[in-house]
């Protein structure tokens, strides 16, 4: 089965995920600075989601290059992906209205351990797929980043009930750790 129509499906969904977001941030009535003051939760929430999206699509699409073709259990994989990255909007709404309250911070906590671990599910079958010898096997070797981000995300979750800016750091804390380019794939497939 081709991957052009997984790829295809899967930017369609991540770029109407970041439109919903952007169209929840509501415009201010007042023209003044003040007026934007009361939207930082807001608009901060939504920063970090659009980087977390960002973040998801850039190694979706670096995953499906090094792939030859998917099956039914891939998509049901990627379809288990894409319903927990539905869920981002929808969390960084609630966070930012409610300025970083413990529950909401908690829920986006819970989306994004469930997120992470969806990918590393849909990682793992599509090396699978392709054998335990091919280049995104190799690529991925033991996924480290992946593995220290579900604990990332449950120490947060955690720590949300002590402080929840303590979770918000630990939730920037793995945006940057994968912001920092991963290669692994890029270098298999030049090789």
Not at 19 to 45: C, G, N, W, Y
Not at 57 to 63: A, E, Q, R, S
Not at 96 to 106: I, L, R
Request: hydrophobic share 55%; glycine share 6%.
């Amino acid at each position: 089965m081709s991957k052009g129509r997984l790829e295809a499906f899967s930017d369609g969904v991540i770029a109407i995920l970041i439109t919903i977001m952007v169209l929840e941030m509501k415009v201010p009535h007042q023209a003044d600075i003040a007026a934007l003051r009361t939207l930082a939760p807001i608009f901060l929430s939504y920063a970090l989601s659009f980087v977390f999206l960002g973040i998801y699509w850039n190694n979706h699409h670096h995953l499906l290059q090094a792939v030859k073709h998917v099956n039914g259990q891939v998509l049901w994989a990627n379809m288990h992906l894409l319903f927990w990255l539905s869920l981002i909007p929808f969390a960084t709404g609630w966070m930012g209205e409610n300025y970083f309250a413990p529950m909401p911070v908690a829920l986006y906590g819970v989306v994004l351990l469930f997120a992470g671990s969806a990918y590393y599910i849909l990682a793992q079958i599509l090396a699978g797929l392709h054998g335990k010898d091919s280049a995104l096997a190799r690529a991925l070797g033991s996924d480290f980043k992946g593995k220290v981000s579900v604990v990332m995300y449950l120490a947060a979750i955690i720590l949300t009930f002590v402080n929840s800016w303590f979770s918000c750091a630990l939730y920037v804390a793995v945006a940057i750790l994968w912001l920092i380019p991963d290669r692994r794939i890029e270098n298999v497939l030049t090789q």
